[in-house]
T-cell receptor, first 111, second 115 residues
Framework: NAGVTQTPKFQVLKTGQSMTLQCAQD?????MYWYRQDPGMGLRLIYY???????DKGEVPNGYNVSRLNKREFSLRLESAAPSQTSVYFCASQGLSYEQYFGPGTRLTVT | AQSVTQPDIHITVSEGASLELRCNYS??????LFWYVQSPGQGLQLLLK??????LVQGIKGFEAEFKRSQSSFNLRKPSVHWSDAAEYFCAVGALKGGSEKLVFGKGTKLTVNP
C-alpha cells in the first residue's frame, strides 16, 4: 500500500517551460488536493477535486491547471513556468474521516 | 472564511521537557481541527484531529491537543519531548464543501530539541 505517490521528486525548469506534476493514490479516496509550500507561508491550496471529473480552485490557482484523470490520479500542470512558482508541491487525498494524506512532495525550481 | 494563527515561529526545548504549541483559529461554525507534523524533506503526517465530543484528543507519538471553544484555541502538548520530535508542526482548520474538506493551514512552528 503506497498511499500517495508523486513524480518527479525534483525538477528544474527555465522560465516559460511547461511541465506536469503527477500524483496518484491507491486508497480509493474521492477527494484530492494540490498544495504549494513556501518558507514561512505554510501550505496553500492550489486546486482540489471532490470527485472524478470535478475540479475547483483553491487559494492560489493562477498559473496552474489540473486534470482529474480518474479516481486515482490528479495532475498539476504549469503551462509557462515563472520564478514565483519555485516551491515545494504536495498532493494529498482525503480519507473517510476527513483527514488528508500527503505525498512526499515535488521540489520545483524555476530559473 | 477560516484562518489559523500559530504565534510561535520557532520553539526550542530540552529533551525530556514538556511542550505546548499554540494554535488559534477563526471559523464561523464548529471547526474541524488538525495537527500535522513535517520532518525535513518529508510530507505531512497527521498527528491528531478534533471533530466533536471530548475536547481533549489523543494522537500518535504521545501528543495530545485540547479544543477550547471560548478561546478559539487548539493547542498541542506533549509531556516529555524526545529528540526525534524535532520537526515543523502545522495546525489546520477545515471546512466542508461538497463533501470535500478544504483545509487552511497555519504558517507552522519549527521545534528544535536540545540534548
Amino acid at each position: 500500500n503506497a498511499g500517495v505517490t508523486q513524480t518527479p521528486k525534483f525538477q528544474v525548469l527555465k522560465t516559460g517551460q511547461s511541465m506536469t506534476l503527477q500524483c496518484a493514490q491507491d486508497m480509493n479516496h474521492n477527494s484530492m488536493y494540490w498544495y504549494r509550500q513556501d518558507p514561512g507561508m505554510g501550505l496553500r491550496l492550489i486546486y482540489y477535486s471532490a470527485s472524478e471529473g470535478t475540479t475547483d480552485k483553491g487559494e492560489v490557482p493562477n498559473g496552474y491547471n489540473v486534470s482529474r484523470l480518474n479516481k486515482r490520479e490528479f495532475s498539476l500542470r504549469l503551462e509557462s513556468a515563472a520564478p514565483s512558482q519555485t516551491s515545494v508541491y504536495f498532493c494529498a487525498s482525503q480519507g473517510l474521516s476527513y483527514e488528508q494524506y500527503f505525498g512526499p512532495g515535488t521540489r520545483l525550481t524555476v530559473t | 472564511a477560516q484562518s489559523v494563527t500559530q504565534p510561535d515561529i520557532h520553539i526550542t526545548v530540552s529533551e525530556g521537557a514538556s511542550l505546548e504549541l499554540r494554535c488559534n483559529y477563526s471559523y464561523g461554525a464548529t471547526p474541524y481541527l488538525f495537527w500535522y507534523v513535517q520532518s525535513p524533506g518529508q510530507g505531512l503526517q497527521l498527528l491528531l484531529k478534533y471533530f466533536s465530543g471530548d475536547t481533549l484528543v489523543q494522537g500518535i507519538k504521545g501528543f495530545e491537543a485540547e479544543f477550547k471553544r471560548s478561546q478559539s484555541s487548539f493547542n498541542l502538548r506533549k509531556p516529555s519531548v524526545h529528540w526525534s520530535d524535532a520537526a515543523e508542526y502545522f495546525c489546520a482548520v477545515g471546512a466542508l464543501k461538497g463533501g470535500s474538506e478544504k483545509l487552511v493551514f497555519g504558517k507552522g512552528t519549527k521545534l528544535t530539541v536540545n540534548p
